[in-house]
């Protein structure tokens, strides 16, 4: 009798684990940072419309915090510019996020040329986050 409530326990016990697992399995693949790739998805979209020439885009956002080549492989893209974040241990010092963070306007004056002027290499569309483009609109 006490091995078999045992071994119901230990069934009931696998049986919560495996549930728990799934919820978190559906939520993660399915639901977590969902907007990203729905955003990535569109901006493919409007780049596929374009000439190849044309195409080019800039994520100025944390390191890693978007599938970058997986969403745009097979498509043309002319200038896939990030913000990049080598290891400090490989690189000690400030890394281009670091740069970015600190002095917006002065990485993206050295980076893409002056802000009202047109430049070959500017990049169009330019990606960010919310909070730190509110962030910038407050200062």
């Not at 006490?2 to 399995?25: R, S």
């Not at 890693?64 to 080549?69: A, E, G, K």
């Not at 990606?127 to 483009?133: K, V, Y």
């Given at each position: 009798?006490v091995?078999?409530?045992?071994?119901?326990l230990?069934?009931?016990?696998v049986?919560?684990?495996?549930?728990?697992?799934?919820?978190a399995?559906?939520y993660?693949s399915?639901v977590?940072q969902?907007?990203i790739?729905r955003?990535?998805?569109a901006l493919?979209?409007?780049?596929s419309r374009?000439?190849?020439?044309?195409?080019s885009v800039?994520?100025?956002?944390?390191c890693?915090?978007?599938?970058?080549h997986?969403?745009?492989?097979?498509?043309?893209v002319?200038q896939?510019?990030?913000?990049?974040?080598?290891?400090?241990?490989l690189?000690p010092?400030?890394?281009?996020?670091?740069?970015?963070?600190?002095?917006?306007l002065?990485?993206?004056h050295?980076?893409?040329?002056?802000v009202n002027?047109?430049?070959?290499d500017s990049?169009s569309?330019?990606?960010?986050?919310r909070?730190?483009?509110?962030?910038q609109q407050?200062?």
């Amino acid at each position: 009798c006490v091995c078999v409530c045992v071994a119901v326990l230990c069934v009931a016990g696998v049986c919560v684990i495996v549930a728990v697992h799934l919820q978190a399995a559906v939520y993660f693949s399915q639901v977590h940072q969902g907007g990203i790739s729905r955003a990535l998805g569109a901006l493919r979209q409007d780049l596929s419309r374009q000439p190849p020439e044309l195409r080019s885009v800039a994520f100025l956002m944390p390191c890693h915090s978007t599938p970058l080549h997986s969403a745009f492989h097979g498509l043309d893209v002319q200038q896939l510019h990030f913000l990049r974040c080598p290891p400090q241990a490989l690189f000690p010092g400030t890394t281009e996020t670091d740069w970015f963070y600190a002095r917006p306007l002065d990485y993206l004056h050295h980076i893409f040329g002056p802000v009202n002027s047109p430049h070959p290499d500017s990049p169009s569309p330019v990606c960010a986050q919310r909070h730190f483009l509110q962030q910038q609109q407050q200062q």
